[in-house]
């Protein structure tokens, strides 16, 4: 557990202050097929604008991206496709603003893009410090940096700013939106109409499911603080990095959550052969190769701490069908999952029991992570241990169609901030795979650090020969693989 100051302190009491206000999203019988009205905020959304209440200064959810326009595509045609979506994704184009009873809201602001004098580069939505920047030489990189590393002010500013420069064939767009506006769920809709230059519509609506009537909702919350308590948020949950139990008080625990901090992130590509024969894995354990990939996260965090029983926190779409991207931002939930991993079970069952273990706690994905902890803590409980996040995600341009004639491609910016002592992703475009790893120096010890991604690669690598083999023998290959020292990514 990381130490706090005493500003942090500060910014963590506010959230006990805050906490009590966290109560499930009510909906009247049949509002699953009521467009929810632009301004209004979700239950995830309000959750994360308390998050940034905290610490406005934070970017610590600014999220940057770099899209390269080949082919045909001209500097105009994609500053045309960006003012489209500035016009349609009213998300994107909006300010929050509180009134006296504390509740935010969205409201709608005129901005416009502007050129610089050579008509070379374009910006929408840029900080004033930045928005004078005109050239076209500048380094894109180092400018996609610093832009994603300036925090928003969300009550003045709008949660997107747009670089556009370059020539034609050959333009380039920094793109950096606050988490707030977006999820992955939003990608399609927001990357889309970049791509395209048209506007695609809300076309995955119909996919989404519908929000639970009042009684249903309430129930299912009840049966998520149940599982809560009997799981991840039971009393006798250690740290993982550390081995040790908690030992403050369950009510100075809510004084000292995880922190944010600056971070490191490496990354590196998983073999797709590899990934070929875990697909085949997953068939015969009866999982989807997504959960499996969870497993191996939590065989990793095995593998990486020595902790047999540990929690992992996964994010997880909760956007529902009236839940327009254009109209609602950020949807996204957290999942705490328990592992418990036997090292003399073999490797096939202990994928079994990690699948049981993430549908388990997938059943509750519908009811928000705040209105949990709200819960936990009115019954006395503590909060929760949480120092590792997995995630198996989509890439933000992976089932966006291209044209041939003007291809596009994304790479994204590191915000310099690890929200978790450690996290996992493996992240997947519509051709390959690579994991990421973000880790908190001074908090994840170095050697752990170092090995990560090679443990994370060799898993996939060696699990589909070894499912009948115990995870101890797994585990034992896997440390002349990739051993304690020596190891660089």
């Known amino acids: 557990m990381s130490a706090l100051t005493e500003a942090r302190l500060t910014l963590l009491r506010r959230r006990i202050a805050h906490a009590g206000n966290s109560e499930p999203a009510r ?13 209004e905020f979700g239950i995830a959304e309000r959750r994360m604008w308390r998050i940034y209440e905290l610490d406005p200064e934070s970017v610590s959810h600014n999220i940057g991206l770099v899209l390269e326009f080949g082919g045909n595509r001209t500097l ?3 500053v045309d496709s960006a003012e489209l979506l500035v016009e349609r994704f ?8 509180v009134d006296d009873a504390g509740t935010p809201k969205r409201r709608a602001v005129s901005r416009t893009g502007s050129w610089n004098a050579s008509g070379s580069v374009w910006t929408w939505g840029l900080p004033e410090t930045a928005a004078t920047e005109p050239t076209v030489d500048a380094d894109v990189d180092a400018l996609a940096t610093t832009l994603t590393r300036t925090p928003f002010d969300l009550l003045a500013e709008v949660p997107l700013r747009l670089r556009v420069s370059g020539s034609d064939g050959n333009v380039t767009m920094i793109l950096v939106v606050h988490h707030l506006a977006v999820d992955d769920t939003s990608w399609p809709l927001l990357l889309g109409t970049l791509v395209s230059g048209s506007w695609p519509g809300d076309v995955a609506a119909d996919a989404r499911p519908g929000t639970p009537d009042p009684v249903a909702a309430t129930a299912a919350a009840e049966n998520a603080v149940r599982h809560a308590l009997s799981t991840w948020a039971a009393q006798d949950i250690r740290y993982p990095l550390t081995g040790e139990l908690p030992t403050e008080s369950a009510a100075d625990s809510w004084l000292s959550p995880m922190d944010d901090r600056e971070g490191t992130k490496v990354a590196a590509p998983v073999a797709a052969d590899s990934l070929t024969a875990f697909g085949r894995v997953a068939a015969t354990v009866g999982a989807t ?5 969870i497993g ?12 047999a029983d540990h929690v992992l926190v996964v994010p997880a779409d909760n956007r529902r069908r009236a839940q327009s991207p254009q109209n609602v931002g950020y949807c996204g939930n957290i999942i705490p999952m328990r592992f418990r991993i036997d090292p003399d079970a073999t490797v096939e069952q202990a994928l079994r029991d990690a699948g049981s273990v993430i549908y388990g706690a997938m059943e509750h994905s519908g009811t928000d992570f705040g209105p949990i902890l709200t819960a936990l ?7 929760p241990v949480i120092e590792i996040m997995a995630s198996v995600r989509p890439a933000p341009l992976r089932g966006i169609a291209q044209p041939a004639e003007a291809p596009v491609t994304c790479r994204s910016v590191f915000n310099g901030i690890a929200n978790y002592p450690l996290s996992i992703a493996f992240e997947a475009d519509d051709d390959s795979t690579h994991v990421e790893v973000d880790h908190q120096p001074g908090i994840v010890p170095d050697g752990m650090a170092d090995r990560a991604t090679a443990v994370l690669t060799a898993l996939v690598d060696l699990i589909p020969t070894s499912l009948h083999h115990t995870v101890s023998a797994l585990l034992e290959t896997l440390a002349e693989r990739v051993p304690q020292k020596g190891i660089t990514e």
Do not use: H
């Not at 190769?289 to 990939?293: D, E, K, T, V």
């Not at 191996?296 to 902790?307: E, I, K, N």
């Open 27 to 39: 909906s009247a019988p049949g509002a699953e097929n009521t467009p929810v009205p632009f301004g």
């Open 76 to 78: 105009r045609s994609v």
């Open 90 to 97: 009213g998300v994107l184009r909006s300010v929050v603003a």
């Open 289 to 293: 190769p997504n959960a499996l990939l």
């Open 296 to 307: 191996v996260c939590s065989l990793a965090s095995y593998a990486l701490t020595g902790a």
């Open 377 to 383: 803590r009115q019954q006395g409980g503590r909060f």
